[in-house]
């Protein structure tokens, strides 16, 4: 019943910015929550961010703080991942997923898109 389709990846400078978007199928209630996840070649998913649908809870990776913005159009039933001054580093494929419970941990994530490739180079 969840479908979560990722998009705006893609190439850029180090330095640059990109928007990606993750649009949700199904339920979207308050008390659930989205994710940001990446994983480069060779690397465990790490988490990137996560947000209620409600608003009132988001949290960032520490390697992104100050770089990246979590946010959600509720209307849309959509998930945003605002990306400034990329790095090298930032290179992976991003997933967008869903959990029952407002989590950091990968295991706590139930649906999964198919992620979208992001690759900054220098």
């Known amino acids: 019943q969840v479908q979560l389709v990722e998009s705006g990846g893609g190439l850029v400078q180090a330095g640059g910015s990109l928007r990606l978007s993750c649009a949700a199928s199904?339920?979207?209630?308050?008390?659930?929550?989205m994710g940001w996840f990446r994983q480069a070649p060779g690397a465990e998913r790490e988490f990137v961010a996560a947000?209620?649908?409600?608003?009132?809870?988001?949290s960032l990776a520490d390697s992104v703080k100050g770089r990246f913005t979590i946010s959600t159009n509720n209307a849309k039933n959509t998930v945003y991942l605002q990306m400034n001054s990329l790095k090298p580093e930032d290179t992976a494929v991003y997933y967008c997923?869903?959990?029952?419970?407002?989590?950091?941990?990968?295991?706590?994530?139930?649906?999964w898109g198919q992620g979208t490739q992001v690759t900054v180079s220098s």
């Open positions: 947000i209620r649908w409600s608003g009132d809870s988001t």
């Open positions: 997923a869903r959990s029952w419970y407002f989590s950091r941990s990968v295991s706590s994530y139930a649906y």
């Open positions: 199904g339920q979207t209630l308050s008390t659930y929550t």
